[in-house]
């Protein structure tokens, strides 16, 4: 809905509410026109209705009003009928308050000016608690802070998979949610139940409160990934339209901001023809090709914090229990002509423990190539060790097209090591439209800037009339991962536009290794625990603070209770 669609609705629902309550006014002792009144109405009720009147402010915030007026109409239900029944609550809110008209016209009613308040009975005592409790939370949920687990190893080793995060929505200015029907603090899905949480429509217009500062290069953003159409992760079935606040969230590095030419060249990114210089906690990762005329061995590796690559053991025979037991851990199985097997593992290999109880013997020949993922200060560590002939970062050629590159054309053979140059367009900019770059752009103007544009002829027609410019109504983005070989990111589906932006990391308040393994394999992470994920030096954990904080909390209470005593 645009802003004017939304503001017939609202004068609507003005009159509806001025038709259905004037006369309920009138018998508050108000002027009955004080009900067609917008914003003031519901001052004069939250008025003689006793409650407090900067309540106004929340009815305006989307989610969080869904809750209240269920509660303003309960309370209008409490102030005009002796002593309403628990099911009367119920049909006044499935009713969408509704139910109150006929207390309007009514003329036996009056108001109960010595009445029960609501949370005074029973029921809704614990009603009311459990209202406002789920009314602070959304608040903050929605305008201030909202927690964000890492699923997924795109920012290794900068962030963790297993690592929990506190995003803050007020440093870029909190986005007013766009979906204007949606359960409180659930995001795409209801949990158990397994469906959406939300209404396609109405949808509330693209709003942005004042933020502290502006998406920088570098900074780590959490965004809503605008090549969404799936309705449950590892579920095939058919893809689905969300609106823009539904979509996934994402978590990745901004490196290029609107305005800027951005070019990949041998997996380094140059912004304007300058390499974009990393801050110092960012750890990006490459696979690499490692040669030994030794056998690289897979401790080494593991010592420098490699990752992603494979192992090769060799047995001489399984039994079917011995072959159930490891299978978990296998990425590929082959039997030589000589009868033995070959067991291909990802770099955890088979546990010792499985190995021991099951007593099975194997050898691992140590290979002379090896390709691993790893940092360029673990490049670095291994190229010095006296075993390793030679070590470099595995690049895909130029004019090699990668597999799934934006933008998925013919005349780009771009891949995730060469890529550009292309430029992000800021507000106000004008995108020629030429045959040879409007793939680049298509989905820019089209989808997410809302243009209609058609091809006739060898002419462009933007919005029904011939043209060769289109200006730009937002600011875009380009958003990487750390992880550069193992991460989906802008070189897939392309720009990400300022509307898509959610928040920013400030702390990681929990970590855990072994995350996707299950609850009780998890490892809790200490020195990760409470460390800020922006900032100068290397992450420092301040979980210490907290423990001392909880400790002294307590040392306090009972040292109170003693004197007490």
Avoid at 195 to 209: A, C, D, E, F, G
Avoid at 218 to 231: C, G, K, L, M, S
Avoid at 254 to 270: K, M
Avoid at 343 to 362: F, H, Q
């Amino acid at each position: 809905m645009t802003l004017a669609q939304w503001l017939i609705f609202f004068l609507g629902v003005q009159i509806i509410h001025g038709l259905g309550t004037f006369k309920l006014y009138q018998k508050a002792g108000q002027a009955g026109y004080k009900a067609f009144i917008p914003v003031y109405n519901l001052v004069v009720a939250l008025s003689f209705l006793e409650r407090p009147k900067w309540w106004t402010v929340l009815f305006f915030m989307p989610i969080i009003n869904l809750i209240l007026f269920p509660v303003l109409w309960i309370d209008l239900l409490y102030a005009f009928k002796k002593n309403p029944r628990s099911r009367e609550m119920l049909w006044v809110t499935l009713s969408l308050g509704l139910y109150l008209v006929p207390l309007n016209y009514a003329s036996d009613v009056e108001f109960q000016k010595d009445r029960q308040k609501p949370e005074q009975t029973k029921t809704g005592e614990w009603l009311s608690s459990l209202t406002f409790a789920v009314v602070a939370a959304t608040l903050v949920h929605t305008y201030f802070l909202q927690p964000y687990a890492i699923p997924t190893g795109s920012l290794e080793r900068t962030l963790r998979i297993g690592d929990f995060l506190i995003v803050s929505k007020f440093h870029y200015g909190a986005r007013i949610p766009m979906t204007a029907v949606s359960t409180p603090m659930v995001h795409d899905t209801l949990p158990i139940l397994k469906v959406k949480s939300y209404l396609k429509k109405p949808q509330i217009p693209y709003l942005r409160l004042p933020g502290i500062e502006k998406v920088e290069k570098n900074d780590i953003v959490v965004f809503n990934w605008p090549a969404d159409t799936v309705r449950q992760f590892f579920v095939k079935e058919k893809g689905v339209k969300k609106p823009i606040d539904k979509k996934s969230n994402y978590v990745k590095r901004c490196v290029g901001t609107p305005g800027d030419t951005l070019e990949i060249i041998d997996g380094f990114v140059y912004i304007n023809g300058t390499q974009l210089a990393l801050d110092e906690r960012a750890k990006p990762m490459y696979n690499h090709k490692i040669y030994s005329s030794k056998g690289v061995s897979p401790n080494l590796l593991k010592q420098v914090d490699a990752d992603d690559f494979s192992r090769k053991f060799i047995t001489e025979s399984l039994t079917q229990d011995q072959y159930n037991a490891i299978i978990p851990h296998l990425i590929g199985v082959n039997q030589t002509s000589e009868g033995s097997i070959e067991l291909y593992t990802t770099s955890d290999g088979i546990p010792v423990s499985i190995l021991r109880e099951y007593r099975i013997a194997l050898k691992e020949p140590l290979s002379t190539e090896v390709t691993a993922n790893l940092t360029l200060t673990g490049s670095e560590l291994l190229a010095q060790h006296p075993s390793i002939d030679s070590i470099s970062i595995d690049l895909t050629p130029k004019g090699v097209s990668g597999y799934n590159i934006f933008p998925q054309n013919d005349n780009y053979p771009w891949n995730e090591d060469q890529f550009g140059p292309i430029y992000l367009p800021k507000v106000g900019d004008d995108i020629k439209l030429r045959l040879s770059t409007y793939p680049l752009y298509k989905k820019l103007l089209t989808e997410y800037e809302g243009n209609t544009i058609e091809i006739e002829n060898g002419e462009f027609l933007v919005n029904g009339i011939p043209s060769d410019k289109v200006s730009v109504k937002k600011n875009y983005y380009w958003m990487m991962g750390d992880n550069r070989d193992h991460s989906e990111d802008s070189r897939t589906w392309g720009f990400v536009p300022e509307d898509h932006i959610l928040g920013k990391p400030i702390f990681i308040w929990m970590s855990w290794d072994n995350f996707n393994d299950g609850l009780f394999k998890m490892k809790p992470r200490w020195n990760r625990f409470f460390t800020t994920v922006k900032g100068p030096g290397q992450p420092k954990s301040y979980l210490w603070v907290l423990v001392l904080g909880v400790l002294g909390y307590f040392g306090f209470k009972v040292v109170k209770k003693l004197k007490k005593a």
